[in-house]
Every structure is written in structure tokens, then in C-alpha cells.
């Protein structure tokens, strides 16, 4: 079992991660459950493949010490981030008598955790959360750090709330069942913490990524807790992502969000591949400024690659140009006065922020990559 501590002011909590941490929730999750002792039932969320997955043996070890769930089954998919299906959650919620003292807990991926975590942020202006993430990507990245929120018309994320949530428990076991394709976005994200500031994790995972990626206990253990301490520090330090410290976490997002937008936001390009090949385009990008050898770039196309997660645009067949690509970045929630703050490297492990990004010149970089062909192999 490993323990990290996300360490706030006054609304620290702790992350825990332990293999088989699900079948023994009752206790993993005692503090969180005390306010339920006396019978009152307990509110949980899941899509309705965790649910069929895991709704069963969650149900039977909360009974055997003496407690009753109650779930909320959402569609699986961004569409449950929606202001109906928040509206069911909260009007839920407010049915079950859930109080500002009670817990809900979140079980599944970064769509129910974002989900839930908005719901709890706003209900009773604002009620405890336990976040049980059941993807790679939701373990390492979007259950730790309190960013809650739905989509909406005008984009992705662009409604929510830093709501932290009061306990964080992961068991890596449930990825035994998580598709590999999943499983490869959510690393890209485990890479991502190697990238932007601990070299040496980043050469561990050149090394044994293959074996995290076979969920070996011992690799996958290691991967899930050096990120999350990653990430607990950075939280830590900038919580509102006002210093500029959190936004690094935002390595390869602004242009995987073109990406991604591009595609229309669908199963064509997974979150977690779409920052994988942004991360390629920051690296070859920093190079291109000179900030960074173009061979430490193409390690890093290469470790993406090797993991078999795209690293070529020129691999996704886009019917549009560098142009078209850089305007959806004009939307990204991240513009300042008409500028984008971009995440760029200067060596891998050290990421920062550059102010100083031309759209015209980012469009130009993007023609040529459209036009590179699929160098990388793994
Ligand atoms: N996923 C980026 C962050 O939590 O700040």
C-alpha cells in the first residue's frame, strides 16, 4: 500500500493505492462511509460498464459491514457531462437527503469523476466526494487535483469548479480488464510527468514501460505512484493553476485539443492520444525555437511510439491544414489578451511556459508535420 498526501490548507486528503483496495472498501473507505452508519444509503456514481463490472462485489462489501449503495448508472461516454444529466445527479442527490458532511462517491473514469465532482461542488454549495478511478487516465491525472466540470455547447470543460475531492482510492487491479487502447491513452499521460519535470522517471519508463503496460503489479505500481506524487507536489504549489506552476501539467494539451477538436472529440482520437501526439508536436516544436536538441525531440516521438500510441498527424489522415488546426487553439479556455500560453521543453524533463507564440508560425510547423511522413517506428 502507498499513501500520498495532496497537501492543501485545510482540505489535504490522501491518495491511496493498493491492489484489491476495491473488496475491501468498507474499511479503505471508513471515514469517509461514517456519516452513512446509521442506514442511510449511500450515493454512488458509475457509467454503466463499471457498474455492471464492479457494482456487484461494491454492493457486497459495503453490505457485509452492515452499509447499502445506491447508484446513479450514467451512459458511458462524454455525453453524461451534460447540464441534464447534472441535473438528475443534483435533483438525486438532494432526494437521497445528502448532506454537506456526507460523501458520494465517484466510480469510473474521468467522465464520472468530473461528473461527480461538479455535482458534489454545487450541491448544498458544496458536499463531500471520494474518487474511486477505474481507468490509467483517471488514477494518475483527472481524480487527483479537485478540476470538476460538464461540457457545453461552446466546448469541452468550460463549466466546473475546483472542488477537491476527500479522499482519493485507487486499486490498479480493476486495470487487469481496462482495453489496451485505454490503457495506452492513460499512459500517455504517465509519460507526461516524465516529459515536463523528472527525467529520470521518463528514462524508467523507456526502460519498463512495456511491463507497465502489461499491468505488471510491481511496474504498474511504481508508474500510478510516482505520477500521483508528481502530481500531488505541483497541486500542491499552485492549486488554481494562478502561478503557472499546474498549467505544465498542460504539456501536449493545447495541441492535442486542436487535434481532438478536429476530429469532433471522437472515439477517431482518445483524450489520452491526443495528448500523446501533442506532446510529439511541443518537443518538435521547442526544437524547431532551438530551446531543445532535435534529437531529445525525436527520443521522445520515440517513447510515445514504442508504447504504441500515435506520433505522426500525418498518421490521422486530417482533412485540413496547419491553419485550420491552430484556429480551434483560439478557443482553448487558456488565452490571455489574444495570446496562448503554450507548454514547450528545453530538455526532456523540463517543461515551461512560453508567452511568446505566434499563431502564424504554430501553423506553419503544423503544414510541415501534416506532411512528414511516418518516421517513428517502434
Ligand atoms: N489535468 C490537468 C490538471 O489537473 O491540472
Known amino acids: ?17 493498493e491492489p484489491g483496495l476495491l473488496g475491501d472498501l468498507s474499511r479503505k473507505a471508513e471515514t469517509s462511509l461514517a456519516s452513512y452508519r446509521e442506514g442511510r444509503k449511500i450515493p454512488f456514481v458509475a457509467d454503466s460498464n463499471t457498474h455492471q463490472q464492479f457494482g456487484e462485489s461494491v454492493d457486497a462489501t459495503l453490505r457485509s459491514s452492515g452499509y447499502r449503495a445506491e447508484w446513479f448508472v450514467v451512459e458511458p461516454g462524454e455525453g453524461a457531462k451534460s447540464w441534464p444529466v447534472l441535473e438528475r445527479l443534483t435533483d438525486w442527490l438532494l432526494d437521497l437527503g445528502v448532506t454537506r458532511s456526507d460523501h458520494v462517491f465517484a466510480l469510473g473514469g474521468g467522465v464520472v469523476g468530473d461528473l461527480t465532482g461538479f455535482a458534489c461542488a454545487v450541491t448544498k454549495r458544496g458536499c463531500g466526494f471520494v474518487q474511486i478511478p477505474t481507468t490509467l487516465l483517471a488514477q494518475v491525472d483527472s481524480s487527483v487535483g479537485g478540476k470538476t ?13 475546483f472542488h477537491q475531492p476527500s479522499a482519493v482510492l485507487i486499486d490498479p487491479q480493476v486495470l487487469d480488464t481496462l482495453p489496451d487502447r485505454e490503457m ?5 499521460e504517465v509519460l507526461k510527468y516524465g516529459l515536463l519535470g523528472d527525467a529520470e522517471f521518463f528514462a524508467w519508463l523507456e526502460a519498463s514501460g512495456d511491463k507497465v503496460l502489461a499491468r505488471e503489479p510491481e511496474a504498474l505500481a511504481h508508474a500510478i505512484a510516482t505520477s500521483i506524487r508528481a502530481k500531488a507536489r505541483i497541486v500542491a504549489e499552485d492549486e488554481r493553476e494562478t502561478s503557472g506552476v499546474r498549467a505544465l501539467l498542460n504539456l501536449g494539451h493545447t495541441f492535442g485539443h486542436a487535434l481532438e477538436a478536429e476530429t469532433g472529440f471522437s472515439d477517431r482520437l482518445l483524450h489520452g492520444e491526443a495528448v500523446a501526439l501533442g506532446m510529439v508536436l511541443a518537443a518538435r516544436y521547442s526544437a524547431r525555437r532551438g530551446e531543445m536538441p532535435a534529437e531529445e525531440a525525436e527520443r521522445a516521438a520515440h517513447a510515445i511510439a514504442a508504447a504504441g500510441l500515435p506520433s505522426e498527424i500525418s498518421g490521422l489522415s486530417l482533412d485540413c491544414d496547419g491553419r485550420q488546426l491552430a484556429d480551434h487553439m483560439r478557443h482553448d479556455k487558456k488565452m490571455e489578451g489574444g495570446t496562448l500560453p503554450f507548454l514547450l521543453l528545453k530538455a526532456i524533463g523540463t517543461a515551461y511556459l512560453a508567452r511568446d507564440v505566434e499563431f502564424a508560425d504554430i501553423a506553419a510547423f503544423l503544414d510541415q508535420e501534416l506532411q512528414r511522413s511516418e518516421t517513428v517506428s517502434a
Open 184 to 188: 495506452r491513452a492513460g499512459y500517455a
Open 149 to 161: 466540470a460538464i461540457n457545453t455547447r461552446a466546448g469541452k470543460n468550460l463549466i466546473g469548479a
Open 1 to 17: 500500500m502507498d499513501v500520498i498526501r495532496v497537501a492543501l490548507a485545510g482540505r489535504g486528503y490522501d491518495v491511496t493505492i
